[in-house]
């Protein structure tokens, strides 16, 4: 098993370009997650998914965009890169029985926009 | 609004001694909360949960402890060791989905 994996690990973009993350996981897990991480601040949500073909927004979800067409992909997009959105961004799966709170991370993709 | 709160950056213990890591959060609706362990350029990856209808839970050398009353809760690591040096982050649940929210993290240094 490969747990939660991300792609690509490392992205430099210029201001104004777009680009997607893939969050692939094949634990069968219900839900996803899509958080970024920045000093000081912890991990924030920025979209959560609770299967197949739906998405809803977490906490910081402006300049975001998800789609989860596949139960074992999570994307997260950005349209329009901006510097603030330079951070770590990590990607997490979790069963949907609610008897475990558990989140399985991947490694994270550090994204810097200059 | 930070909703769970890690008020010590960071903390340094010797090899062999207990480390304690603290944890406050204001919602009263959180009613679980996990210890995540993070290494640099990797993931989190779970230590340690508890339910609110617990006040203590162990695991090894990791020991959780929760006061609903003070809405506080304690990581406890017994004894300490060189490879636990990492950054310690708590989150708590309470909304639908397994939703987590996360505390800012506490950079812990172990020293030989």
């Known amino acids: 098993n490969a747990g939660v994996t991300q792609t690509p690990k490392f992205r430099v973009l210029k201001t104004g370009q777009s680009m997607t993350l893939l969050c692939a996981q094949d634990?069968?897990?219900?839900?996803m997650y899509w958080y970024r991480q920045d000093p000081g601040m912890g991990l924030r949500l920025i979209h959560y998914?609770?299967?197949?073909?739906?998405?809803a927004k977490g906490e910081v979800p402006d300049g975001y965009n998800v789609s989860r067409l596949k139960k074992q992909n999570f994307l997260l997009g950005l349209e329009s890169a901006a510097p603030s959105q330079t951070s770590v961004y990590f990607c997490?799966?979790?069963?949907?029985?609610?008897?475990?709170?558990?989140?399985?991370f991947g490694p994270g993709t550090r994204l810097t926009v200059t | 609004d930070q909703q769970v709160k890690q008020n010590s950056p960071s903390l340094s213990v010797q090899e062999g001694r207990i480390s304690i890591l603290n944890c406050d959060y204001t919602?009263?609706?959180?009613?679980?909360f996990l210890w995540y362990k993070k290494y640099p350029a990797e993931g989190p990856t779970f230590l340690i949960s508890i339910s609110s209808i617990k006040d203590k839970n162990e695991d090894g050398r990791f020991t959780v402890f929760l006061n609903k009353s003070a809405k506080h809760l304690s990581l406890h690591i017994v004894p300490s060791q060189p490879g636990d040096s990492a950054v310690y982050f708590c989150a708590a649940s309470g909304t639908s989905y397994g939703k987590l929210t996360f505390g800012q993290g506490t950079i812990l240094t172990v020293h030989p």
């Open positions: 997490a799966s979790s069963y949907s029985n609610g008897l475990s709170y558990e989140q399985y």
């Open positions: 919602n009263s609706m959180f009613d679980y």
């Open positions: 634990m069968n897990h219900e839900y």
């Open positions: 998914s609770v299967g197949e073909g739906t998405t």
